[in-house]
């Protein structure tokens, strides 16, 4: 277990990464591409939104006043003045008094003199007359000019992943190009002599290359561009070489495979060789043998070679490093409380991360091997055992991170 | 309320919804461009996955027996026979028997005749001999041959959206090419006379088309390519042209805005022209001014023109609509439960979904007016009142649907 005393723990491993990169500047992109991508500046309301008062229902403009004490028996009669158009200003010289009143659609601008509007429901069209048959208060079925965003308020934050209803804000104030920070390229290089290309078929002692496939797609799902370099021979001058390419091309590298101890010790010296080998070793179950280091200047992080331990380390480790890296600021994972259904031990000393499976409300372990994907493929997402405990029994309460 | 007792509940409308579009035949795409898209049919394991057993840990392959009833202090002492070599398989010249080991790198095949790994933590080398201080079970720190996939198993079903962790089983089965449906198009027509485009200031009575926005990232969301047909006039002849336009390029149709009575009467109108309206007001608030119809055969919806009522419908209407062309079977929304912090009022006699901020374990109502952008955006999700309820009160527990 001496291994485990030279390992940093996971809190440590995560600020460390935090710190290893910065957004990349980037441009501005129209509109309809800025769905998930990430705000680079503050996005503030150019003008009050909306741009006057508006009805936001079907009826009838209205001094609130003029329908006090109406009811079903004894309605307000108000003279209709006309109507308002939808997408025109109200015109100034049919302004409502008490006793008149104009019918307004929905999202249409309150005419000039009225604070309120009846629902067209509660209201009856008599000749020229309408029915008032309930009163209404003061701002009642009006959106006031600025009501939603006023001009110059903050709408949405820098750093901010771009949701759909985000895309509605940036809509409603002006955003036709929006901000954004660049899409980071991440170099992905898979090591190992064992491994073989997915469209090969493995004889025996040969794996297909797995790992190359977990990472890239988990970096598309932080909003980066994956770049694959390939399989590489465990010799030490293919791989300085394919890192060299990597580091010059991408913003951060990730090297996966290398499950050996042997093949470990050799990723390290050779990110040394150009660079210096901050962390070898984390105080996390599965996950342990990860390395954080930097290769002339740019971040490289070496992936320990099971699939499960590989995920484990993106999640919980490698994911703060790309949020570093594309900006952004909001990425909370998403998280459920649930009651554990099967025992979930721990060896005490280490953070672990339990694969689970969600049923209902509660949680059962899934102890597969950490070089098993069918676990891995099944699971709904991990449960964090902090290193000072001994596991979870049945019957607690805990929170599960989802995939 | 009469409006209410002509609308269909929730629950007919999400069963109409899916029944009106079916998944689109795809083709296949490289691995690597697999992400987010939907399995066209059952993937199985081509091979035994993996194809021979496999140590887990850098150790020593042996004879579990050999090691029964060893300690510390009385190790099993055996003669290494050499080292296996990652990538190839077990060399039938060198078998283990009970009195010999062979090195064994993590992923490396087990040496033949052994059943288990020590792991070189619990050995110490001395010369050419192994002693082992740790008994091992049968099949201790081994992987068989078909343990993680067994040869014609299915690995994930069709319909399945591809998730990073279901990339990995691909590339393991050796899927490099992966059948998946196509990605649809869906149409998004924008109305009023009173919306302007995104780049233009608006004058009095104008807003800018904020729905546009919202629905095609809702629609990129779950895996569809939105096609933009700007914004149309209120005008019969301009909407039919587009809508007729629309359906031919489209999967489906996507109406927003007319949120006055009468522009959803002619939108209603229009469509029944060249088709049929199906559904025309939906026992939800907000929302309920919502048409289900189908224009030349293809499905089309005329959302409501308030942005949180549109937003609302997309994700509890509409997306089952969307499911049911993208062929995602497996698209449960992520929900959280939560306890009740301040009473949610509702009405019987209608679903009410209200917009809610989550702190901690507690949730918020947000009660703004369903035309406010500001609070579908700053509201973590929604929940759901169903319609024989009243509402929920302080310190119930509730499910929010997150967005």
Chains 1, 2 share one sequence.
């Not at 969600?358 to 059962?364: A, K, R, S, T």
Request: net charge negative; charged share 20%.
């Amino acid at each position: 277990m001496g291994l485990f005393l030279s390992a940093i723990p996971v809190e440590e491993a995560v600020r460390l990464v935090s710190r290893l990169a910065s957004p990349i500047p980037g441009g501005s992109v129209p509109l309809n591409r800025a769905y998930q991508r990430v705000l680079a500046t503050d996005i503030t309301a150019d003008l009050d939104i909306p741009g006057f008062d508006r009805s936001v229902v079907d009826g009838y403009g209205v001094r609130a006043a003029a329908t006090s004490g109406v009811s079903e028996s004894v309605p307000a009669m108000l003279n209709l003045l006309g109507r308002v158009t939808m997408g025109t200003g109200p015109s100034s010289d049919r302004a409502i008094s008490s006793d008149v009143c104009a019918y307004v659609p929905t999202g249409g601008a309150l005419p000039i003199g009225a604070d309120a509007v009846v629902m067209i429901e509660h209201t009856e069209l008599a000749g020229d007359l309408v029915l008032v048959r309930r009163p209404v208060a003061q701002g009642e079925n009006v959106i006031r000019k600025g009501e939603d965003f006023s001009a110059g308020e903050v709408v949405l934050r820098q750093g901010t992943r771009i949701s759909p209803r985000d895309m509605g804000a940036l809509a409603a104030v002006g955003c036709a190009e929006v901000p954004v920070r660049a899409v980071p390229s991440v170099g992905v290089i898979s090591t190992g002599n064992e491994l073989v290309p997915v469209e090969a078929v493995p004889s025996i002692g040969e794996v297909r290359d797995v790992n190359a496939a977990l990472c890239g797609a988990f970096l598309e799902h932080l909003g980066c561009n994956p770049v694959y370099y390939g399989i590489v021979r465990d010799e030490r001058e293919a791989l300085d070489a394919t890192l060299e390419r990597a580091v010059r091309e991408c913003d951060t590298v990730l090297i996966s495979g290398g499950s050996s101890k042997d093949d470990r010790d050799m990723t390290a010296s050779i990110i040394a060789g150009r660079g210096e080998v901050l962390v070898h070793g984390i105080a996390i179950a599965p996950g342990k043998p990860t390395i954080i280091g930097r290769f002339q200047g740019i971040p490289v992080i070496g992936l320990p070679g099971h699939p499960a331990s590989t995920y484990v380390v993106l999640e919980v480790i490698v994911r703060h490093l790309i949020t570093a890296l594309t900006g952004e600021t909001n990425a909370l994972p998403q998280v459920r409380r649930v009651l554990v259904r099967e025992n979930i031990p721990s060896v005490r000393g280490r953070e672990e991360y339990i694969r689970v499976k969600i049923e209902g409300d509660g949680v059962y372990p899934m102890f597969g091997k950490s070089g098993l994907l069918n676990t891995l493929v099944r699971s709904d997402g991990l449960v964090r055992v902090p290193a000072g405990r001994e596991g979870f029994e049945i019957g607690e309460e805990v929170e599960v991170v989802l995939w």
